[in-house]
């Protein structure tokens, strides 16, 4: 085999960051006769990566385990000879970015996406008076920051972060052939597999059970509908720390038989299109893609006021937003949707137009490839798509 057209390394804190929102570009890069790495902590599943390497990154930046893992990412870039270097999610992004000072000498280029700031509205005082400076500082280490929401990036623009350049993309892109509205056939049958009848109301988020993704609010907004909507039932997937209090709070409340905790689901598509409605309770968020697929497969939404919500629920049109830890409010706009199929029918539909019209998985990959091409300073390596044309990576 002849020599690759370049080497390119990806990092996330956690395997499942990469696995989960980075394939399509990984795959493309593979397309072009690129090498593909990756690094991040646990197993990596990633079939587009040549090498993968399990660096023992952790989410706390205050973990001694996070002194090894910058050893470690620091020996892996100086050996590599990487042309590109991408790293995502704080820490991971924060100790490769200096791990990679001396091969940036040398002419690496390194790529920071920030899946929305911490020290943002809904973070804690904490996290601004440790993250904003740690990100400042860091930005002179990035050749191209990307961000993937406008808050983010005018805070950053308008803070003049020192970056080579600052950019926003519209997220990391959802399938619209997997994500999307199903007919009334394929509803009963995805409903059927759940368990769940057509009479059955059901409302779906899927997060981490952590202090930030707040699923406690949607428990409590359960309760106080149990009585008028007797059919009504909360999905929650995913895991983390807290959701053994939220299985308790839900039997203290008297919802527990309407509550289910269903755990990782990779399956979650097969089934989206057949619920009612999406809700989401988090008090900070980037871009989330839990609510962009929920909007793709024409689900109307409530949720929490938050930049990342605010970006992609238009209020009164494709969903409800409501003000972050407001378990009454959350209550009454849920109700308003139950109460009007005609309306919440339309609500969905605007969602997968606001979705299809920007966020889509093509648009998105359009936007990287002129990223890269601009940071390569090789424009052929975007021609891929003819949308490219249309996209100034500095614009909004």
């Known amino acids: 085999m002849g020599q690759p057209a370049g080497r390119i390394l990806f990092c996330a804190t956690v395997a499942q960051h990469l696995e989960r929102f980075h394939q399509p570009v990984m795959r493309w890069f593979k397309s072009r006769g690129w090498e593909v790495h990756a690094a991040a902590a646990g197993p990596l ?11 023992p990154f952790s989410r706390s930046p205050a973990r001694l385990t996070n002194v090894r893992a910058y050893r470690e990412v620091r020996r892996i870039i100086d050996e590599g000879g990487y042309r590109l270097i991408h790293c995502h999610t704080p820490t991971a992004s924060a100790l490769t970015r200096l791990a990679a000072r001396r091969a940036r000498r040398g002419g690496t280029r390194v790529l920071y996406t920030a899946h929305g700031f911490h020290f943002q509205a809904g973070g804690s005082k904490l996290s601004w008076m440790l993250y904003y400076p740690l990100e400042r500082m860091l930005a002179r280490l990035t050749d191209c920051l990307i961000t993937i929401n406008e808050e983010d990036f005018r805070l950053a623009a308008d803070r003049r972060f020192p970056a080579g350049r600052i950019v926003r993309v519209h997220g990391v892109g959802v399938d619209l052939e997997r994500f999307a509205p199903a007919d009334a056939e394929t509803r009963r049958g995805m ?26 609010m949607l428990i409590e907004a359960l309760a106080l509908l149990k009585d008028e909507f007797p059919r009504a039932r909360l999905l929650l997937a995913g895991d983390g720390p807290l959701r053994p209090a939220c299985e308790a709070l839900a039997v203290r409340l008297g919802v527990g038989d309407r509550t289910h905790f269903l755990g990782f689901r990779p399956d979650i598509a097969d089934w989206l299109p057949s619920l009612d409605i999406a809700v989401a309770s988090s008090y900070r968020e980037g871009l ?21 919500h605010r970006e992609l629920v238009n209020d009164g049109r494709s969903g409800w937003l409501v003000p ?16 009007n199929p005609r309306d919440r029918a339309a609500f969905g539909g605007a969602g997968r137009g606001i979705v299809s019209s920007a966020y889509g998985l093509d648009t998105v990959m359009a936007e990287m490839r002129a990223i890269y091409a601009s940071i390569l300073g090789e424009m052929e390596i975007g021609t891929w798509a003819q949308r490219q044309e249309s996209f100034t990576p500095s614009s909004t």
Do not use: H
């Open 191 to 216: 409903r059927r597999r759940l368990g769940c009848g057509m009479d059955d109301q059901l409302l779906f988020y899927a997060a981490e059970f952590n202090k930030n993704k707040n699923q406690r």
């Open 324 to 339: 972050p830890g407001d378990t009454r409010q959350m209550a009454d706009r849920i109700r308003w949707l139950l109460l």
């Open 45 to 55: 599943d990633l079939p587009w990566a040549d090498r993968r390497f399990d660096v």
């Open 288 to 308: 989330p893609v839990n609510v962009l697929e929920a909007m793709a497969c024409g689900l109307p939404v409530v949720a929490t006021s938050n930049r990342g």
